[in-house]
């Protein structure tokens, strides 16, 4: 691990994050704030790790606006956002209230605390099991009357790979694996559903998976860049057509068709409820825990 790399990352999103909090407000274009938010990534000299998620009321996880969207900024607002310096990276999200709801502001007041307990448990606690941070997770959550949702999770990263193994689930799951040495991201989840999500339409978020050469010029001139610029981390539409153009959306289909590429879905609480985020990386090393993006 390249704990330098871990850190300068953990400091540029936690700056990102007091920014996109400074330019969120009700009706903003959610394209306004991903681009200002990846404007303001590259300024402080970083890359995303991943397209900003702006993910509204019962979407989880996975929405990122496409060049042309229309969307404006409303409901419980999850912002998931990464920050990678040479393929090493930090992953922090939090919800914003947009429609002055006391229920939005319950749901996000508690996944907040059940981060904070879980983080307070990992550092107090040497070799926590990701059992251990699921229960305190769970009951946090449940004491408040919410639901944790229980098929998203916290993960393990490595260099240039988001999910490197590890998951950290949001329930007690009596599983016993250790966090020792590594990179890990906490993340409950919380809402008035019944805690669990289902894959919603595709979005605009993708990763190389198997590169494969497409029939289309374009489509490998678009590919060389992905393996150039992106690696094993995702990207987003929006990204490949301010490079390459409109038409970059055909060649982006047949990099699906062919395998290269994996779409991911949409995620969606499944009764609909509104869901909450919140999120932190923690950097374990020998006998010291940093969390990198408080």
Same mark, same amino acid.
């Given at each position: 691990m390249s704990n @330098?790399? %871990?850190? /300068?990352a953990g400091k540029i999103a936690k700056q990102v994050v007091d920014y996109a909090k400074s330019i969120i407000k009700k009706d903003v274009p959610l394209i306004e704030i991903a681009e200002k938010i990846d404007s303001k990534i590259a300024k402080l000299g970083g890359k995303p790790a991943f397209p900003v998620n702006l993910s509204i009321n019962e979407i989880a996880a996975h929405y990122t606006p496409s060049y042309n969207d229309e969307t404006l900024a409303s409901g419980l607002l999850k912002v998931d956002l990464g920050v990678h310096i040479n393929g090493w990276t930090a992953d922090t999200a939090f919800s914003v209230d947009l429609e002055n709801s006391k229920e939005n502001k319950a749901l996000i007041k508690t996944a907040e605390q059940a981060l904070e307990n879980a983080l307070n448990l990992i550092k107090k606690q040497k070799s926590?099991?990701?059992? #251990?941070?699921? /229960? %305190?997770? #769970? /009951?946090?959550?449940?004491e408040k009357g919410f639901s944790p949702i229980i098929n998203l999770t916290g993960h393990s990263m490595e260099e240039y790979d988001l999910h490197a193994g590890i998951t950290i689930p949001n329930i007690d799951n009596k599983q016993k694996t250790k966090l020792e040495k590594g990179l890990f991201a906490i993340e409950p989840f919380t809402t008035t559903g019944s805690g669990r999500v289902k894959d919603g339409k595709p979005s605009e978020i993708f990763m190389l998976t198997e590169p494969r050469t497409p029939r289309i010029p374009l489509a490998r001139d678009i590919l060389n860049h992905i393996v #150039?610029?992106? @690696?094993?981390?995702?990207?987003c539409t929006r990204w490949i057509v301010k490079k390459f153009g409109p038409t970059s959306k055909i060649a982006l289909n047949q990099l699906i068709d062919n395998g290269s590429l994996h779409n991911f879905p949409e995620l969606i609480e499944i009764t609909g409820k509104p869901v909450a985020q919140a999120e932190h990386t923690v950097l374990i090393d020998k006998d010291e825990i940093i969390i990198t993006t408080e």
């Open positions: @330098q790399d %871990i850190i /300068k926590t099991t990701t059992g #251990e941070i699921g /229960k %305190i997770v #769970e /009951k946090t959550i449940e #150039e610029e992106y @690696q094993t981390l995702p990207f």
